[in-house]
């Protein structure tokens, strides 16, 4: 699909909308960019590496001699570790900037182990989605001051895990059940994530949180459309407010992320509503995979509409894991061993090769120019 702009420029050279010499300038110049491209995975690559491995190495070399160290002295190495890695990426901002990001993503997300490392030094009182909120906090500040897309990332898991968090610890201490509410706002929110890439311009920050979206939207609607909920749930009033949260979140980050172009992204949030009261946790499930077949449909035509590959893929994983479950579910306990087999194989070989006879009759119809 990369390539795709040389078949289109040859076509425009034949037509004698672009000049010969205007057409060589452009493949030297494609060429060019190709080459300075190529080579900077490896070092991407070594820079994200290298950034874990000091990480872990330091909380290691905490770990080992912790038993040791008093606990004032603990707290200062605990502040110093953050200090540290945000000194570093400071000094070579203006050297290696690459570097210099990976640095400060490290040292925000060493922030997390210095908070919890707090708490247990002084043996403060026990409430640890306060933790995840000053993680956020430290992790939206240093977004705000250093303008970077790893801070903004962080803090675009961080927030709504502190929302999660509070939520599932308040229904814990209640005796009540959370699950629904907290996989339902996921499975929205992994959506307005996914949505957040729409051109092959996109900054740094979208294509992240367009990979965010798409890892843990397939988890979440799995859960919610499988799991079976408690009846123990709040009450009404606190369930509706558990309920706006899990429903206006996604909208308002849609809302901030595609500006007036929400309607998809309502639908959306709608379709996950619509899974979570479909799975009333009795026997009969056909209104659950009705439901994710179409949601499955759906978002194969939103990456139709937007030319997003990424989406169609989603949609066709989404389809087949749809069909598994029904089986192994509904149908491989209706059948002998030997049937249930042999169906079984006809099945991946027959609907894997219908699937992706689709996926690529689907990848085919949008728009070369606009997806990557």
């Not at 330091?58 to 707290?75: E, G, K």
């Not at 182990?113 to 009182?125: K, M, P, V």
């Not at 675009?156 to 629904?180: F, K, M, N, Q, Y």
């Not at 139709?304 to 579910?329: D, K, M, Q």
Request: with cysteine; hydrophobic share 55%; glycine share 10%.
């Amino acid at each position: 699909m990369a390539k795709e702009w040389a078949n289109h420029l040859e076509r425009w050279t034949s037509a004698g909308l672009v000049a010969p010499e205007l057409a060589g300038r452009i493949r030297t110049w494609e060429r060019e960019q190709s080459a300075g491209a190529g080579l900077r995975w490896p070092t991407l690559l070594a820079l994200a590496f290298g950034a874990i491995l000091v990480g872990a190495g330091a909380l290691l070399f905490v770990s080992a001699h912790w038993d040791q160290i008093s606990p004032n002295s603990r707290m200062a190495l605990a502040a110093a570790m953050v200090a540290t890695f945000h000194a570093g990426g400071a000094a070579v901002t203006r050297r290696f900037n690459s570097l210099s990001v990976a640095l400060h993503a490290v040292g925000t997300i060493v922030l997390g182990a210095a908070i919890a490392l707090a708490g247990q030094i002084y043996n403060l009182s026990e409430h640890w989605p306060s933790a995840v909120m000053l993680w956020a906090l430290g992790a939206a500040l240093a977004w705000a001051l250093l303008r970077q897309w790893p801070q903004a990332a962080l803090t675009a898991i961080l927030v709504p895990a502190w929302l999660a968090s509070e939520w599932s610890s308040w229904c814990t201490d209640a005796g009540r059940d959370s699950a629904a509410t907290v996989t339902a706002g996921i499975c929205a929110l992994s959506l307005t994530y996914l949505s957040a890439r729409r051109s092959a311009n996109d900054s740094p920050l979208r294509q992240a949180l367009m990979w965010i979206g798409g890892i843990a939207l397939l988890p979440s609607a799995f859960f919610l459309g499988l799991d079976r909920w408690s009846r123990h749930l709040p009450d009404a009033s606190t369930l509706a407010v558990g309920w706006a949260v899990a429903v206006l979140l996604p909208i308002f980050a849609a809302v901030a992320l595609r500006g007036s172009d929400v309607l998809w992204n309502i639908g959306a949030v709608g379709w996950t509503v619509l899974l979570a009261l479909s799975n009333t946790g009795s026997g009969e499930r056909a209104l659950v995979y009705l439901c994710c077949a179409v949601g499955s449909v759906g978002l194969a035509w939103w990456g139709i509409h937007e030319s997003r590959p990424e989406r169609i893929n989603l949609a066709i994983a989404g389809f087949a894991l749809t069909i598994v479950c029904f089986y192994f579910s509904d149908v491989l306990d209706k059948l002998g061993r030997s049937a249930s087999l042999m169906l079984m194989g006809l099945l991946f070989l027959g609907g894997g090769w219908l699937l992706e006879r689709t996926r690529r009759g689907l990848l085919a119809r949008i728009n070369p120019l606009e997806a990557i």
